[in-house]
């Protein structure tokens, strides 16, 4: 498919926009200091999609401490993907995968040595994407999320950068 989005760090302008996206998308919703928080601490990760008719998708996440589920149970640097969506218009033409690579690729910047989210197990377009690019489920947390459904949480281990 032809490219027709650019991707570029959230800036506060985009607030509006962004919440207004995360609101049709999700029912998981939050406050503009929750948004605003993130893109404080964690700007690299906070990154949108823009394209000629408006903002098409975002993503945000959180570095946080927490031990590996690899081998070795380690006390170490986790990147959290806190939300990613796109605005159904716009589904399913790789918008969704670019956020993800460039979040994934950025979140090295903060010492971070893997990945992890939650998704609910009913939504399997948003399980694909993750599996695609290498995340693996771990383990089912049963009754997350406020109605009752469970959450897979998938995780995947950063590419070691240079810097
Ligand atoms: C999940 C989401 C962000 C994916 O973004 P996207 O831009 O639609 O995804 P992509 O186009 O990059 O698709 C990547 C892969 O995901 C899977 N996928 C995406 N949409 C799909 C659909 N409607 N049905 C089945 N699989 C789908 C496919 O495996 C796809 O690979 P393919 O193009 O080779 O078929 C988007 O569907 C969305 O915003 N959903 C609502 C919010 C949400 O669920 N967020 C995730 C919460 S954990």
């Known amino acids: 498919m032809q490219k027709t989005f650019t991707l570029r760090p959230f800036s ?3 607030l509006e926009e962004v919440m ?4 049709i998308c999700l029912p998981e919703n939050y406050s503009p200091y929750f948004f605003m928080d993130l893109y404080e601490r964690y ?15 975002y993503i945000m996440c959180r570095i946080e401490r927490g031990f590996t589920s690899f081998v070795g149970f380690n006390l170490t640097k986790r990147a959290h993907l806190v939300s990613v969506a ?3 218009e716009y589904q399913h033409k790789g918008v969704g995968t670019a956020l993800l690579k460039n979040a ?7 010492r971070a040595k893997e990945c992890f989210l939650e998704v609910r197990v009913s939504n399997t377009p948003a399980v694909e994407m993750y599996r695609k ?11 997350y999320y406020a109605d009752g459904e469970d959450a897979n949480i998938m995780e995947k281990k950063l590419e070691k950068t240079t810097s």
């Open 12 to 14: 506060p302008e985009d």
């Open 20 to 23: 207004n996206i995360n609101r």
């Open 43 to 57: 700007p690299a990760t906070f990154t949108i999609a823009k394209g000629s008719q408006g903002i098409m998708g």
């Open 86 to 88: 796109v605005l159904p």
């Open 104 to 110: 994934l690729k950025n979140m090295p910047q903060y």
């Open 133 to 143: 690019l290498g995340f693996l489920i771990v383990r089912r947390s049963r009754g």
